[in-house]
């Protein structure tokens, strides 16, 4: 039974390992926009997230699903003793890769106007064409991710997250700098000063670039050393079911497609936000403040929220191989317990996440940003929720993809997206609601792809949802903490500086929340030993007699 136990909770450690990791790397992402936004301006930052867009589209097409689709089919072999064949499923992925990859960078790079011009911001097709090498990169990179995962480490991938988002902060701040100045040359030439911030903004692509190349060599690394030990594996497997080069192809393009078409829709969902956004913004004579206006919902408002979504994309991964090897196996009984605790672990996080960014939306964006404070603050006061929501919708998709119901989560992104999109249209031309009616339609999209996916999630895998302690304590603990951050935060400001206070304000809050989820018996101590650095927490915890 205790092994049992272990096996239905590692993959926590592991996800909370991965989340980590990925909340640093959002975090350094934050960090370094500020000087590049300051740098190059809401204008520069609105070219930088429409070359952004184009180009996580493409990467959807050449790679993005193949960490995960990568990591299930290891998983399943691998639960199964069959390690000649997870290594041959390894080597074909790397040549889907290369193929995908390279087809996509060539096609970015030869058709950046094109591309760039569908969206209304023709400038941005100069920071494109910087991106197009990444594709291919990126692509390798997760295929060895997703190898590392599918054998139960997501060490490999945290570290190669960290190094690949500190060159990036790095180079691009840097590039961002130095494009800028050149772009204030070319402004001046053609008497367009729009140049300076397209130029800039290529600068802030090019740290992408230089992050994912270091990112991949960081695996490398890691694979060199690591590969000792599953090659050993290999030579001793006996198993004598061998699948084909072919057979392996097929089986890998019919778990990519689902994953792929899924999270096509996810980012078509942004890129048809953008174009809808700036075409009505045309249409009502504004087209000069379009890319301004994009650049505070990109930069202002998106990467604040998407900070916290990082959990539950950890989560995700992690979470995805040990399902599978569950349903492998057809220990349903442990699945269950595995979704349970995933989705009290992401609550336990996003939830509060949420209710901080709406309380302090507006000394956060104010410390961190230039520019306009009061509409990205009213945003997240609004769409912070929408924190709840995408957590809730990712963690489900990998639900789904982990018990081979690949089709569920296209099919229900599909729905979402078509509401999402007559929302938005409506709330934009009608009711005139600008960037805050794009916030609202987004929180209606993930919305609706968590009830679609979860009603799913019942029927395929007969589960019922804990509520109180996953939902409703988490909420009551951070409406309290709120109340403490918000009043904090306000006695102290007018003592402190903003940062002090806004820094005080966070830990006095996380202290707050902590004593509430424990006094409320939201969490037990065998919980919160299996989160990272839980043996830690359940210490301080019994030291102040909270346990």
Sequence with gaps: MGNKNSKSTNFIVQGGILAMAG?????IG???RVPMQRTIGDAGMGYYSAAFQIYSLM??????SLPVAVSKLIAGYTARDEYKNAKRIYNCSMLFACFTGGITCLIVFFCADFLAGLIKLPKSAIALRILAPTLLVVAIMGVMRGFFQGNGSMVPTATSQLVEQIINAIVSVVAAKFLFDYGLGVSGLLRDDDYAAAYGAAGGTLGTSAGALAGLICLIIVYLISKRDFNYRVRHDENRHSDTFGRMLFALILTVLPVLLSTTVYNLSDILDQGIFNYVMDTKGLSEVKAEHWGIFSTKYKVLTNVPVALASAVCSSMMPSLTGCIRREEYKIARRKVSLAMRF???LSIPCAVGLAVLGKPIISTLFQG??????TMLKIGSI???FYSMSTLSNGVLQGI???NIPVRNAAIALVLHVGILYFMLDVFNMGLYGVVISCVLFALIMCILNWLAIRKYLNYQQEIVRTFVIPTVSSIFMGLVAWLSNFLISKA???FVSLVISIALSVCVYFVLLIKLKGVKEKEIRSFPGGNLMAAIARFFRLL
């Design 496 to 498: 402190l500086s903003s």
């Design 404 to 406: 081979d119901k690949l």
């Design 59 to 64: 990467l959807i097409i050449s790679s993005y």
């Design 372 to 377: 306009e404070v009061d509409i990205p603050a």
């Design 346 to 348: 992401t609550m336990i």
């Design 386 to 388: 929408a924190v709840v």
């Design 30 to 32: 934050l960090i370094y």
């Design 23 to 27: 909340v640093i790397a959002r975090l």
